[in-house]
């Protein structure tokens, strides 16, 4: 993995738990050093012990992507530690309890725009400044959008809506960085087995009323996508790439 004898670095955004945990171990077993980020520190402590017994070097930096401060940090306390930084994987997120479009509160839409959206812009903007300016140049951002930048779940329309802005915001990205050799592309990711969608195993409300079982896929699945997008030289990039379960509803009227 290396470029020379140079590490490569990647930062690794809700990191702690499901698919950011499952990607920032399967990258330090790449030879990356990772820096996980998430809100609570026990759960970065527990990868960073993790991925010490693969011998990897992985740091766990606390932090809120919603917040323009605790970001630059987290970029600062990176560059100051590695060097430098490869590989951005924006992966932080969080819904709204699903409940009737018209009864969500303020809070609970700008909760979900400000982690989902704002955090992934923040962190992409730290990162530019970082790719830009090192030496070799460049770097790649990939983004977490999901089957939600493409189709709704039911009362879903903080997720729905700020997955669907993540798309945007990868394209701006890919075009705006393409001068400084910043790659940019999306993962979408349908029901990988996570605390996340253990309510699928139960059932879950679909787009007709009825509520049913869905498929999932292993983590392992999504982790190796990802390694796939990040392991690519920068002349080359995945710009969309998804991966689901193969009957999960999505594709037709569910």
């Given at each position: 993995?290396?470029?020379?004898?140079?590490?490569?670095?990647?930062?690794?955004?809700?990191?702690?738990?499901?698919?950011?945990?499952?990607?920032?171990?399967?990258?330090?077993?790449?030879?990356?050093?990772?820096?996980?980020?998430?809100?609570?520190?026990?759960?970065?402590?527990?990868?960073?012990?993790?991925?010490?017994?693969?011998?990897?070097?992985?740091?766990?930096?606390?932090?809120?992507?919603?917040?323009?401060?605790?970001?630059?940090?987290?970029?600062?306390?990176?560059?100051?530690?590695?060097?430098?930084?490869?590989?951005?994987?924006?992966?932080?997120?969080?819904?709204?309890?699903?409940?009737?479009?018209e009864d969500l509160t303020f809070e609970q839409w700008k909760t979900v725009v400000d982690v989902n959206l704002t955090g992934a812009f923040l962190c992409t903007q730290e990162a530019i400044k970082?790719?830009?300016?090192?030496?070799?140049?460049?770097?790649?951002?990939?983004?977490?959008?999901?089957?939600?930048?493409?189709?709704?779940?039911?009362?879903?329309?903080?997720?729905?809506?700020?997955?669907?802005?993540?798309?945007?915001?990868?394209?701006?990205?890919?075009?705006?960085?393409?001068?400084?050799?910043?790659?940019?592309?999306?993962?979408?990711?349908?029901?990988?087995?996570?605390?996340?969608?253990?309510?699928?195993?139960?059932?879950?409300?679909?787009?007709?009323?009825?509520?049913?079982?869905?498929?999932?896929?292993e983590l392992e699945h999504v982790a190796r996508a990802v390694l796939y997008m990040a392991g690519l030289p920068l002349e080359a990039n995945v710009q969309f790439m998804t991966v689901m379960a193969?009957?999960?509803?999505?594709?037709?009227?569910?």
């Amino acid at each position: 993995m290396s470029m020379g004898s140079m590490t490569k670095v990647a930062i690794v955004t809700g990191g702690g738990t499901g698919i950011g945990r499952a990607v920032a171990l399967a990258l330090a077993g790449e030879g990356y050093a990772v820096v996980v980020a998430g809100r609570r520190k026990e759960p970065l402590e527990a990868v960073a012990a993790e991925g010490s017994k693969l011998g990897a070097t992985i740091l766990g930096v606390p932090t809120d992507v919603s917040d323009a401060k605790s970001v630059r940090a987290l970029f600062e306390r990176t560059v100051a530690t590695f060097g430098r930084l490869d590989l951005l994987f924006n992966n932080a997120g969080a819904s709204a309890p699903p409940v009737p479009l018209e009864d969500l509160t303020f809070e609970q839409w700008k909760t979900v725009v400000d982690v989902n959206l704002t955090g992934a812009f923040l962190c992409t903007q730290e990162a530019i400044k970082v790719m830009k300016n090192q030496q070799p140049r460049g770097g790649r951002i990939v983004n977490n959008g999901s089957i939600s930048a493409h189709a709704p779940r039911p009362n879903s329309a903080p997720y729905t809506a700020t997955k669907h802005a993540i798309t945007g915001l990868t394209r701006s990205t890919s075009l705006d960085g393409r001068k400084y050799d910043i790659a940019c592309g999306q993962i979408d990711i349908g029901n990988a087995a996570t605390e996340m969608t253990q309510g699928m195993v139960r059932g879950v409300p679909q787009a007709n009323g009825e509520i049913a079982v869905e498929p999932r896929m292993e983590l392992e699945h999504v982790a190796r996508a990802v390694l796939y997008m990040a392991g690519l030289p920068l002349e080359a990039n995945v710009q969309f790439m998804t991966v689901m379960a193969t009957k999960m509803p999505f594709i037709g009227r569910g």
